[in-house]
Each structure stands twice: as structure tokens, then as C-alpha cells.
Nanobody, 120 residues
Framework: VQLQASGGGSVQAGGSLRLSCTASGSFVQLNSMAWYRQAPGKERELVASVTGGGTTNYAVSVAGRFFIAMDSAKNMMVLQMNTLKPEDTAVYYC???????????????WGQGTQVTVSS
């Protein structure tokens, strides 16, 4: 199983960016997906998550500005980031909870990070 993240880049404060993450490989169930971020000198933190049923969860710092959605048919997730602030600058990581075989436990997978830089 692999997670391929795309998007990110540099933008001025107040701008928007869109991140995407696609899961590939052999699996039977994509339970949930999420974005985490890690700024220099800080711990990795949850930004937003979404379940296959569409339940979403957001960090307080991004609620109302970021929107996450999952397309289970395409095994992909997008994060629309609006009204970006300099404090949103970080490396963003894609995360997914995936079951590879029926009757087996699911596991957590991580994609490569993608840099988001917001200038003031």
C-alpha cells in the first residue's frame, strides 16, 4: 500500500491551496484518511480527518478555513485550505487507516510529506 500526496507550495497569507492524497496497492477497505502537519521545532499534529462514512474532524486552528473530503471510489482525499495564515506553514503528511485483508486488523500508513509555505 502506498499513499501519494500532491499539492502544496508557496502562497501569500489569505490565499488558498489544495492537497490531494491517493491510496494505491492491494487492500479491501479504506477506513479513514487524515492530514497531519509538522512545523520546524514542533510536534506533528492532526489537521483534519475523514472517515469512509464522511465524518470529519478538524483541529481548532483550521476549523472553518480547511475542508476535507474523501472519495472512496477513487481512494483519494483532498484538503482544501483557504484563508491561509503564516502559522499554517509546515510539512503536511497524508495518513490512512487501511485494511489489507478481510479478517485482519487495519494498519496506519503514511505518505511522503509535502511542504506548505505561507508568507505574510
Amino acid at each position: 500500500v502506498q499513499l501519494q500526496a500532491s499539492g502544496g507550495g508557496s502562497v501569500q497569507a489569505g490565499g488558498s491551496l489544495r492537497l490531494s492524497c491517493t491510496a494505491s496497492g492491494s487492500f479491501v477497505q479504506l477506513n479513514s484518511m487524515a492530514w497531519y502537519r509538522q512545523a520546524p521545532g514542533k510536534e506533528r499534529e492532526l489537521v483534519a480527518s475523514v472517515t469512509g462514512g464522511g465524518t470529519t474532524n478538524y483541529a481548532v486552528s483550521v476549523a472553518g478555513r480547511f475542508f476535507i473530503a474523501m472519495d472512496s471510489a477513487k481512494n483519494m482525499m483532498v484538503l482544501q485550505m483557504n484563508t491561509l495564515k503564516p502559522e499554517d506553514t509546515a510539512v503536511y503528511y497524508c495518513n490512512a487507516d487501511i485494511r489489507r485483508r478481510w479478517g485482519r486488523d487495519s494498519n496506519t500508513y503514511w505518505g511522503q510529506g509535502t511542504q506548505v509555505t505561507v508568507s505574510s
